[in-house]
């Protein structure tokens, strides 16, 4: 394994365990997961652990948020989980939206990368015939660079036969069988049409069929209509089929029911379908596109959160693929500039150097178009900035929209799109129309959102393990064992009984958990407070004697924002046992819906040679509560 191990068994153990996971896809920010139950697993662990932005459930998928570096999370994670089969999943579907939005980011999600890569390609050749002219056109190097470019859309079937049917569950081999005979030389280039045109064209045991004039290269409906069908039938025909026979007569029979239905039934239906739907976005659009344009760019980060976007992907993909240009995703390509404008206002605005800290690779990533780590590390949880984006990515989609935008291929994202507006005739106009709106949208983000201003207090996400842990000063002295005295009163309970996995199974430290009966925090011991966090839910200390102590008040309080707490003391103040530093409002808390628990942790637990807390099971203010035993 590599440098993410740890991290990826917390991740799969959080997630319910290697038997709780149906399958795992990453995007560029998330591992992917699908779960058999989900409620088996531990939410807000996961949020709280060190490695993980936040964790989001949407399309039926369990989604972990881990950054730019997810590739080599997952591989670590592939390692702890091995190889996964094919199951088909019995969990809970969500409604026909969530089961469409799943299936469509399962079969396109793996395939993205080479197609925005081959977009990229083709956008290159266009700048070089451009700037080298009709002798570069004429080249073989040009020639090179279109079958580099083309290549992926003429047999863009096949690689849909293989994730699509990976998807179904069923073998993604037999789904590029399936996918070659459609895009068969014959049948691309017009050949065998031709070749039966007179004794009344192409039939199968005198039933007649037509291949589309295109032919099915760069098709996308009806290949995923054929593996749905091939998949359900694959896995009836194993029910049946002798385990003998059964490796090649399973995939034969397929092949032989559903390759011929589709040139009989299924491939024209779904292309009437795919052609239904195509022009009822493109009649939407082309109602007003200007307000398609700002509802398309102020709703895309939410779109994209929930994965909804997806939906759009595929009608783009097959305008893209039969080389028709389309405006179906313009009014969103200057959405992560605005993000990327508010995340530089944020960092140089923030007086708070761990937001500065976070924003800095955030604004990086940002301008390559990866913004899942702006959204839910910097903007979303201080909501005025989010929104200014929002704004500031509808009023660019709109003015993109009525500059009549187009996109000739699939591109990059950030910087590297540009080349996706560059006609196939080298006209770069469009290219130069995005690079001015996302230089205006990043101005504007930054400007709107240094206006509306933001919580800067406001921590970044509920609670880390870095955030716990506390910096020591000074040096221990020399003692057997530090004591620390209950700073509450109530009902003692061990740690592994705590309502949250940060703390129960120990990664922040040994300690114990009170129930408290009084809503007042006072001093366990003459020391330092080290961290005070803005909500007052959560309290650092430091002994004297260099014990590092951390005071949780409540589980999950952190949501309640500062209602109901009061704090006596301020950071890096001096405090005496039994001074008063926080007082809570038990009822409040409870009414909210939040556990009262208390953890009380040493997070430098590895300091000490052990750590004892008390017996006893209730607790008043004052009384010996946990032991530190310091090693020689």
């Known amino acids: 394994m590599g440098k993410y191990e740890v991290l990826a068994k917390n ?7 290697k038997e709780n996971v149906n399958s795992l896809t990453n995007c560029i920010t998330r591992l992917r997961f699908k779960l058999k139950d989900e409620s088996k697993t531990n939410t807000e662990a996961l949020k709280n652990m060190d490695g993980v932005v936040t964790v989001m459930q949407a399309g039926g998928q369990y989604q972990v948020v881990i950054g730019n570096h997810v590739p080599d999370v997952r591989k670590d994670v592939d390692a ?28 396109f999600q793996p395939i993205l990368a080479p197609l925005s ?32 470019g083309d290549g992926l859309f003429l047999f863009l079937p096949i690689f849909i036969g293989y994730t699509a049917m990976k998807k179904f569950c069923g073998s993604p081999f037999l789904g590029m069988m399936i996918a070659s005979s459609l895009v068969y030389t014959g049948f691309i280039d017009g050949s065998a049409t031709a070749a039966f045109a007179e004794s009344g064209g192409l039939n199968f045991f005198g039933i007649p069929f037509s291949i589309p004039v295109a032919g099915y290269g760069s098709t996308v409906m009806p290949i995923i209509a054929a593996t749905a069908f091939a998949a359900f039938l694959e896995k009836q025909l194993r029910k049946i089929i002798p385990d003998v ?12 029911v559903t390759i011929p239905l589709t040139f009989l039934v299924i491939g024209p239906i779904m292309n009437v379908v795919s052609d239904g739907l195509g022009n009822g976005l493109l009649a939407i659009q082309a109602f007003n596109p200007i307000i398609f344009g700002a509802i398309l760019g102020f709703s895309w980060q939410i779109l994209v959160m929930f994965g909804m976007h997806w939906a759009l992907i595929p009608f783009v993909i097959i305008a893209l693929s039969q080389g028709q240009p389309t405006s179906l995703l313009t009014g969103s390509g200057s959405v992560s500039f605005a993000q990327t404008g508010v995340v530089l206002a ?17 604004f990086i990533s940002g301008l390559f178009g990866v913004t899942e780590p702006a959204i839910y590390g910097i903007t979303l949880p201080r909501k005025k900035p989010f929104w200014a984006s929002c704004i500031v990515g509808g009023v660019t989609g709109a003015i993109a929209m009525g500059l009549g935008i187009q996109g000739y291929q699939m591109g990059g994202l950030g910087i590297f799109r540009y080349t ?18 996302d230089i205006c949208a990043l101005a504007a983000g930054f400007a709107l959102a240094w206006a509306l201003g933001f919580k800067d207090d406001e921590p970044t996400i509920q609670l880390s393990k870095e955030e716990a842990k506390l910096a020591a000063t000074g040096h221990k002295k020399k003692l057997a064992k530090d004591d620390v005295f209950s700073p509450v009163e109530g009902k003692v309970l061990p740690l592994s009984e705590a309502r949250d996995g940060a703390f129960s199974e120990g990664i922040m430290g040994k300690g114990v958990v009170v129930e408290p009966t009084k809503g007042e925090i006072v001093a366990p011991f003459d020391g330092t407070v080290m961290t005070l ?11 004297d004697n260099g014990t590092e ?16 707490f009061e704090s006596f003391v301020v950071q890096n103040a001096k405090v005496k046992k039994g001074d008063k530093l926080v007082t809570f409002d038990i009822k409040a808390i409870e009414e909210a819906g939040y556990s009262t628990q208390v953890p009380i942790i040493i997070t430098n637990t590895p300091d000490y040679a052990d750590v004892i807390a008390t017996s006893e099971s209730s607790i008043k203010q004052g009384d010996l509560l946990i032991t530190a035993i310091i090693s020689n």
């Open 346 to 362: 944020v960092m140089l605005k923030t007086k708070n150097l761990k937001l500065r800290e976070l924003s800095i690779p955030a």
């Open 80 to 107: 702890v989980l091995g190889v996964l089969e094919p199951v088909a999943d019995n969990g809970p579907k969500g409604n026909l939206f969530d089961r469409f939005v799943d299936m469509i980011s399962g079969i």
């Open 245 to 256: 026979v059964k490796l090649f007569l399973v995939p034969f029979f397929t092949a032989i």
């Open 533 to 543: 966090f803005p909500t007052k839910h959560a309290i650092g200390l430091i002994s």
């Open 549 to 564: 102590l951390l005071i949780h008040i409540g589980i999950d309080t952190v949501q309640l924002e500062g209602e109901g």
């Open 117 to 148: 890569a081959a977009g990229m390609l083709k956008g290159v050749n266009a700048i070089l015939a451009f700037a080298l002219g009709a002798g570069f056109s004429a080249s073989p190097t040009y020639a090179v660079f279109n079958a580099m």
């Open 420 to 437: 996706s507006s560059i006609s196939p005739d080298g006209d770069i106009k469009y290219a130069i129309y995005n690079v001015i709106l």
């Open 11 to 17: 991740i799969v153990k959080e997630v319910g365990g």
